[in-house]
Nanobody
Framework: HVQLVESGGGSVQAGGSLRLSCAASGNTYRMNYMGWIRQAPGKQREGVAV???????SYAESVQGRFSISGDNAKNTLYLQMNSLKPEDSAMYYCAADRDVNVPPSLVLDSSRFHNWGQGTQVTVS
């Protein structure tokens, strides 16, 4: 089991930047995929960015070129740098982790396969 605690959300004007952090504890060594999932009111969850155990990132088309996911293994922390934010980026952002291996590229961003979740951090862009 893994515990995930997000931080770094807040309110920002369009065009601004935020960096989200996710502190992981527990059996983090067993997690092969970690990522950021967001959900806006009335909308389905959306996989935003995921990174695998080899450091390979995947991004949703909606954030490609604006968001960057990274991890610090020494600190057991996952980051999401968000630049050029848009109002449509407003959502609750969740950190998630899973033990899956060899996930097909088409499913890497599928939020339904993640079994470990944080409590979320709110991002509001106006």
């Amino acid at each position: 089991h893994v515990q995930l605690v997000e931080s770094g959300g807040g309110s920002v004007q369009a065009g601004g930047s935020l960096r989200l952090s996710c502190a992981a504890s527990g059996n983090t060594y067993r997690m092969n995929y970690m990522g950021w999932i967001r959900q806006a009111p009335g909308k389905q969850r959306e996989g935003v960015a995921v990174i695998d155990s080899e450091g390979t990132p995947s991004y949703a088309e909606s954030v490609q070129g604006r968001f960057s996911i990274s991890g610090d293994n020494a600190k057991n922390t996952l980051y999401l740098q968000m630049n050029s934010l848009k109002p449509e980026d407003s959502a609750m952002y969740y950190c998630a982790a899973d033990r899956d291996v060899n996930v097909p590229p088409s499913l890497v961003l599928d939020s339904s396969r993640f079994h470990n979740w944080g409590q979320g951090t709110q991002v509001t862009v106006s």
